[in-house]
C-alpha cells in the first residue's frame, strides 16, 4: 500500500508541477519575452553550428530540460512538505487562520 501511495504522490507532484508551470509561465510577460529572447539566440547559434555539432547540441538541449524538469518536481515537492509541515503546525497549536 505505502508503493501505490508514493507512486501516486510523485505522479501527483509530476502533473501539478507540469500543471503550475504551464499557466504559471505562459501568463507571464517576462518569463514569454526572456523565452523569445532565449529561442532567438540558440536559432542564431544554430544555424551558425557545423552539422557535425548539432547533434551534440541537441543531446545538450535534452539533459537540460531534464535537469530543469527535475529541479521544478523538486521544488513543488519542497513546498508541498512544507505546506503540510505548516498546516500541522496550525492544528497541533490551535493556530487560527487571521483575516
Known amino acids: 500500500m505505502f508503493k501505490q501511495l508514493e507512486e501516486y504522490y510523485t505522479d ?17 510577460a517576462k518569463y514569454n519575452e ?8 540558440i536559432g542564431e547559434l544554430l544555424s551558425k553550428l557545423p552539422e557535425d555539432l548539432k547533434g551534440l547540441w541537441q543531446k545538450y538541449e535534452e539533459k537540460e530540460n531534464e535537469q530543469i524538469e527535475l529541479m521544478f518536481e523538486l521544488i513543488y ?7 503540510l509541515y505548516i ?3 496550525e492544528r497541533r497549536y490551535n493556530i487560527k487562520e487571521r483575516r
Open 34 to 41: 526572456l523565452s523569445k529572447e532565449t529561442q532567438n539566440i
Open 87 to 89: 498546516r500541522d503546525r
Open 12 to 28: 501527483f507532484i509530476i502533473q501539478r508541477s507540469d500543471e503550475t508551470c504551464n499557466y504559471v509561465l505562459n501568463t507571464h
Open 77 to 83: 515537492q519542497q513546498g508541498l512538505k512544507d505546506g
